[in-house]
């Protein structure tokens, strides 16, 4: 199964399906790679990214278009702007970036196709920005995620039942091509694998699909699989923070990395850890093990779990003086561990939180990953989570739980083990009755959630 990774000479854009069929790229000066960069990115960011997904204006940042596509870029932009394929919206800049936004021309949005890149100058530009930070370039040395690539390559999907239940989704066009894209790459074996320069979170077919789609999923031939997930997530990447800023030890979950550069741990803070002190960290930290912050904080303000989650992610993604009268009800459960988010974001800014918390996680998703190839178990990872064989569900739930240390969180096991007939519900999979090809099915939900 071949497997795209910094060897790869080609590269997928996805551009408007009428500027293909039409030819309306030009190719004088060799810019029409160039060109389908930049409708590609307009469509990524407009359909899938998290932060953009479903509005038609996007950033496109000055830094990285300078960086990849050289110092001509914005006669490019202007080339597209005055075809009429894209259009310009509002100017915006932040300390370290400038960017302007952009959109698709009404007539070229929700239907594009892909195009192959053999740019190959083009395509190393782009691999030497993505993989510019965090040491990015040692991913395909590392042993954890060989092993990763070797699951990948072991995986399939039943892509008949998979795309029948794409297109009885409540989907745009582009998002059904998106994820037939996913089951196609999956199916085919040319799966991509990479590396999140700032997060350092691992991206595959499999984390870009909805998650019903991976019911279809199928690993070494097995239908049967289990995803272990950590519950409250996030949340409790945020117990373990505070516990390492408090106890000075900011590495690696795992204890064998180093700080972020320019974070200093204060041991001497005015927080207290401590298991007896319910009204504070202890309290948070107790919660977010046993997975009930969402509860908690729900019970608590007279909310449904969604909106307590919501509440959540204001806390940990979003600006200090934003959201602040849905934030009190975070602070009224757990004054301390507010205090501590907002300190964090005022002295690394607001970003660095979450993506602190999503560093901790890749860290944590590592280590698992080395353990469980230790133990000859095949695994998949979809960021926080992973997927085994049913078979092996119990190894490693254990190994999952002891990434952590003291601190194990509260794992939740679902399988991912649904193979129906094509004749299935419009918007529901039918239960099947189990089979030794067929694992205990799942009913699933009308509308699909990436991940």
């Keep these: 199964m071949k497997l795209f990774d910094e060897t790869t000479t080609e590269k997928r854009f996805y551009i408007p399906r009428e500027v293909k069929e039409k030819d309306l790229l030009d190719d004088r000066y060799k810019k029409r790679s160039k060109l389908a960069y ?154 991509t694998v990479s590396l999140n320069p700032t997060n350092n979170r691992v991206q595959t077919p499999i984390t870009s699909m909805a998650k019903e789609l991976r019911r279809f999923l199928r690993l070494d031939g097995c239908s049967r699989l289990v995803e272990l997930d950590i519950t409250n997530s996030q949340p409790f990447f945020l117990a373990l923070l505070v516990a390492q800023r408090l106890s000075g030890c900011g590495g690696a979950v795992s204890g064998q990395g180093g700080t972020n550069a320019g974070e200093q741990h204060d041991t001497r803070s005015t927080y207290v850890l401590h298991p007896q002190n319910k009204d504070t960290q202890g309290g948070y930290i107790t919660d977010a093990r046993r997975g009930r912050i969402y509860e908690r904080i729900a019970k608590e303000n007279g909310l449904t779990r969604e909106e307590a989650k919501s509440r959540c992610f204001e806390v940990l993604f979003s600006h200090p003086n934003h959201y602040q009268d849905r934030k009190k009800q975070f602070a009224k459960v757990y004054p301390d561990v507010f205090n501590f988010c907002v300190d964090y974001k005022r002295k690394h800014g607001y970003r660095q939180l979450s993506i602190r918390l999503q560093q901790m996680e890749a860290e944590v998703m590592e280590e698992v990953c080395l353990q469980l190839h230790r133990r000859g178990i095949d695994v998949l990872t979809v960021f926080d989570s992973i997927i085994v064989k049913e078979e092996d569900a119990e190894g490693a739930r254990e190994v999952f739980g002891n990434a952590f240390g003291g601190l194990e969180p509260e794992i939740e096991a679902e399988k991912r083990s649904l193979k129906c007939p094509a004749e299935m519900g419009a918007n529901t999979l039918q239960e099947c009755p189990e089979t030794p090809e067929s694992g205990a099915e799942l009913k699933s939900e009308a509308t699909p959630t990436p991940k």
């Design 38 to 191: 930049l409708l590609h990115q307009i469509i990524y960011l407009s359909t899938f990214a998290p932060g953009y997904w479903k509005r038609d204006f996007v950033p496109l940042y000055s830094k990285s278009l300078l960086k990849i596509i050289g110092r001509r870029y914005r006669k490019y932009l202007d080339w597209l702007i005055g075809k009429d394929i894209i259009v310009e919206g509002k100017k915006g800049s932040t300390t370290s970036h400038t960017s302007n936004e952009y959109a698709l021309a009404p007539e070229y949005r929700d239907d594009w196709t892909y195009w192959m890149c053999q740019d190959e100058k083009l395509i190393g530009r782009i691999r030497e920005y993505t993989f510019e930070k965090k040491d990015a370039h040692l991913f395909w040395k590392s042993q954890p995620f060989v092993h990763l690539r070797k699951g990948l390559e072991k995986t399939d999907i039943d892509a008949l039942n998979a795309n029948i239940w794409i297109e009885r989704q409540d989907l745009t066009d582009g998002q059904k091509r998106y994820y037939k894209a996913c089951v196609k790459s999956i199916h085919e074996g040319t799966n």
